[in-house]
């Protein structure tokens, strides 16, 4: 049984959620779907306008691709990687720099492949043989604090610097660094997060709750 669903919550404690989510099968081909989470940058003004047009401008580019584009996994990481860059330079030129930035987390599930793209700290992971597998790395100061210094990474969330990102959308052309992941279609379930789960909840619980 296949189920795609989305949820996001302003929490506790802010008046405005700066998250932004989608996920949209493609008009002639159902199995062909784009999943994406993007997360306005705190400490900065308007995340969740900067979140809203990355997604806003992701969904239409996904909708207007062919599924013979969308079916080329060298295709598809060619003209997302094109796409992000122009959404980048689209809010600088809109709004200034240094003004407001969001992370992005996108994949694109294809006929054969998984295709994840990410910019900052929110995550991917992918559900198979009964384990919870992180998909991607977070762009961020603390995370290389878990790969070089080894503290564990559900520590990571009491770090003071931990909302720091070293990379987003929005900000300047310096930071719009993206990650690719791609794997074949080969696992149980996928999932998309902002840290607004992420930094509440551990790896362990997560797989708990799936």
């Not at 996920?23 to 994406?36: D, G, M, Q, T």
């Not at 290389?144 to 300047?172: E, F, T």
Request: aromatic share 10%; net charge positive; proline share 0%.
């Amino acid at each position: 049984m296949e189920v795609l669903d989305m949820k996001t919550d302003i929490g506790k404690y802010r008046d405005c959620n700066e998250d932004s989510i989608t996920y949209v099968c493609h008009p002639k081909s159902k199995k062909i779907k784009l999943l994406a989470v993007a997360d306005g940058m705190g400490g900065k003004a308007f995340g969740d306008i900067a979140s809203s047009y990355t997604i806003d401008r992701v969904t239409k580019w996904f909708l207007n691709r062919d599924t013979k584009t969308l079916n080329s996994k060298k295709r598809v990481i060619s003209l997302v990687q094109r796409m992000i860059k122009c959404i980048n330079t689209g809010l600088i030129k809109k709004y200034g720099t240094d003004v407001m930035g969001t992370t992005l987390t996108l994949a694109i599930i294809n006929s054969r492949y998984t295709i994840v793209f990410n910019i900052g700290d929110s995550r991917c992971y992918i559900y198979a043989d009964k384990k919870l597998i992180q998909v991607t790395e977070d762009d961020s100061d603390v995370w290389l604090y878990y790969k070089v210094m080894g503290i564990k990474k559900d520590n990571l969330r009491y770090i003071a610097s931990s909302n720091v990102i070293n990379a987003c959308i929005g900000i300047n052309k310096r930071l719009c660094n993206v990650s690719i992941y791609s794997f074949k279609n080969l696992y149980d379930g996928i999932f998309l997060f902002s840290d607004g789960v992420t930094d509440i909840v551990t790896d362990k619980k997560l797989l708990k709750l799936i």
